[in-house]
């Protein structure tokens, strides 16, 4: 007994944290070995890969090569991309053969399809048959498609089949499956025609037919369904796994919970980077200049309108001479013009998500959002108007020019607003993905929209 | 054969868009309850909410009426926040507690600490006691820690029990759970010592002691574990659930994944919300009013900030009259600023996520930073340099003007991009959200500085 919770002690206690790091990396210069090996067989590989993330190259090679197959592989797909890319660059094409045929299908495509296309082939001639063929018809689907993410192996039974012979089933792939949540039920054109959960087999009589016990109100995707749409599905219908079938009806394969949570978190991650414009997701063992790369393209169009921007504002020139004081408030547009904006465009993304839209929900979001942006625009008007009366004297900023200010906030706010939550929706309809109306390129294009309404208004009103 | 088809059509069929839930509403206007019960029999109740979210209060309301109490439990879990609160406004205690009583013990939770606190009290005091105990405790823990969302239901048998010892466990509690995954092992203190698989049940001989077949290395968290922390975990150790247990290791209860899968796309939307300013999530029945309430605070600390920022531009006046083209590339170096400050700020909050940081990282991650604003400077100011050479006249842009600008760009591109990934960091350590990093207010204060220093160089060289 007490074995038992110094056990769980251990398993607790062995936490990554830089300590931890630090000697592995010392275990590793002094080429200790048999210590290095004795501390990975206490981890979970999804902690190894942690570690390992931490190491230099050189480092990382070597303690991914004291891993056992199956553990290598486990460690191999929890890895960095890059550091991932690194590794397998130094190893030849019978290892890692060796490794992916540990691997789940879908993995297994993951990593065969990161490969520089020689060394894939040399790596899929070398897997056995079956699994090079499953992993070769996995390539083909797009890497963000249901097919993409699905496992090609499951364990299944046919319709004529009995409880026993589903148990029978599952203990013949007992070994194949780290875990098993429910088994499918194929007619004899292998088509899906329903779904037994393992508790069902528990608690019911052996000799019962499979049909009898089975689910039928399937939910299922198509291997071109697109991965958000999946995680979506899951999502609304809290399942664990969830079949990926042909038009026929034949089963081709599964998508568990597990990778969904990995799409979920991309796709959060994918909304932000758009946001923010990186062209691409970070990585932590990014280098200096890849991160630069990752950053810059954003950067550059921002850049560039801005100095379209600076063209526009020089052709008020005149203008601006004589009202020097407009200049002074020119952030003040841009910066609560561009947050309305974002504000909406953002509510508009994440409310469209992968669902069709309706035309009398746009119309009525888009209702709703007028009425947002009249109300926002009035309270900051008059928010704008009081600060302004209180801490500029009347010489400098008079009252008829707050006037205008505040005039060119409500339309700013009211014209961002409503470009903020329409660009989104025309988007979606061109089929393009709605998230661009968040980044950079639409921000700067209503700064330029904003500064011209806000010129205009001054110049008219006040020369 | 073809009768099971053709149900499996009719599930692919039934699905919600604005046709179906028309409609319903039609139905509802004839009160024609009898075809709004057969359509709602063959619906998931993600779906019947999906429709109810979309009805007025008055028709969502007599739709929901017409639900058996386990349906209406599992429809009001997924229903918009705003619209479940007004619908059980019209229903009494005595129906309220009927229909938590159907749901898992988290979910009644959550319904109940919804309800205002009279009402609250007199469900749990309708519901049975050992229901009514276990809601009651739940109440106890913070909404966002792991005792939070756990359901205190759960499988489990004593250690000196046999395989088929936990069939029978299983078997006595089949109706009570909808899914069963694992089942836990007790010692008699109830403290957790192991996990079994469904799938170690059906492969092992009935006969076997169940901690035989248990998994030992066990990953669990405490009752006051943050839910974002369980999220991480479950993701990273691609678990299906995760027991809760007390500092003594006795078990409390089990957290599921489509609860964190719940988490997680509510973390990701939290992040987002913080950078565009929002102060609440929006739902799309939020009205009007409501949104303008969760959009207008940041929206006005922005305001206030630019006015300061505008006062500081008032107090250059001198400077500008005599430079005014200055004030034509304001809005690019705040632009760029404040891009490179956001990019650098969310991929940091995003690497820190839950995880401890550690300061040897941290000089290693901001040394990447220093390096990264250093190219970027360079490729932007080159880029800036090139374009105002080529578009403005150098009698309206001197070339000794652009090299200073050029200066300002890359000094506010180093600052802002050090704030940005900084800021977060010092957060953390506060123990504050990071987050907050990449919001309005930051922005808005980098956008003063950036404007400071532009407008200090420019005096400085110029005049």
């Known amino acids: 007994m007490s074995e038992k919770i110094d056990k769980i002690d251990v398993r607790d206690v062995i ?11 010392t275990l590793i210069e002094n080429q200790a070995k048999e210590s290095l090996m004795n501390i990975f067989a206490n981890l979970h590989p999804a902690d190894i890969a942690e570690i390992i993330n931490n190491l230099n190259i050189e480092k990382a090679s070597f303690a991914f090569e004291l891993l056992d197959n199956e553990t290598a592989g486990e460690v191999l797909i929890e890895l960095d991309e890059n550091l991932r890319e690194k590794l397998l660059k130094r190893i030849d094409a019978e290892t890692i053969s060796d490794i992916v045929e540990e691997l789940d299908t879908d993995d297994a495509t993951d990593i065969v399809s990161e490969l520089p296309e020689e060394l894939a082939d040399a790596v899929l001639e070398k897997l056995d048959r079956e699994e090079s063929e499953d992993v070769k018809k996995l390539l ?4 963000d498609s249901a097919g993409g993410i699905m496992n090609s192996d499951f364990v299944y039974v046919y319709e004529d089949n009995t409880i ?50 089975m689910e ?24 664990v796994a969830i079949p990926v ?9 599964r998508i568990t919970i597990d990778d969904v949570v990995d799409v979920i978190n991309e796709e959060a991650s994918e909304d932000i980077q758009k946001i923010v414009g990186l062209s691409e997701e970070q990585e932590s063992s990014d280098s200096v200049f890849r991160i630069s790369r990752i950053r810059l393209p954003w950067l550059i169009i921002g850049l560039v309108l801005e100095v379209l921007n600076a063209l526009i504002l020089s052709n008020y020139e005149a203008s601006l001479t004589q009202i020097l004081v407009a200049t002074f408030f020119m952030p003040i547009v841009m910066a609560v013009g561009g947050s309305s904006g974002t504000q909406s465009a953002i509510v508009m993304v994440r409310s469209l998500g992968s ?44 009252i008829s020019f707050t006037l205008i200010l505040c005039l060119s906030l409500q339309i700013i706010i009211l014209f961002s607003t409503m470009m903020g939550a329409a660009i989104p929706i025309v988007l979606k309809k ?16 209503n700064d330029i929209i904003g500064l011209l309404i806000y010129l205009s208004l ?5 020369l």
């Open 15 to 25: 936490q990554v944290d830089s300590e931890l790091i630090e000697n592995i990396s």
């Open 216 to 239: 039928e109100d399937l939910i299922y995707v198509n291997p071109n369904t697109d991965q958000e749409e999946v995680a979506a599905l899951m999502d609304k219908y809290d399942l």
């Open 164 to 213: 026993k012979g589903a148990i029978k089933e599952i203990r013949k792939h007992a070994e194949e499956f780290e875990h098993i949540y429910h088994i499918y039920v194929l007619n004899h054109s292998d088509q899906l025609v329903g779904i037994v959960y393992l508790k069902s087999l528990l608690t019911n009589p052996l000799r019962q037919k499979i049909t009898s016990v």
């Open 355 to 398: 669902k069709e839209i309706w035309l009398k929900e746009v119309a009525k979001k888009l209702g709703k959002e007028l009425f947002v942006s009249l109300i926002n625009g009035i309270v900051l008007s008059s928010i704008l108007f009081s600060l302004v009366f209180l801490f500029f004297s009347q010489e400098t900023v008079t």
């Open 140 to 143: 083909e689907y797009p890497e």
């Open 430 to 445: 061109m089929g393009l993905d709605p998230a661009i109306a968040t980044g950079p390129f639409v921000t700067s294009s």
């Open 458 to 462: 001054v110049t008219w009103f006040m």
């Open 245 to 253: 079938v042909d038009s026929n009806k034949v089963m081709l394969g």
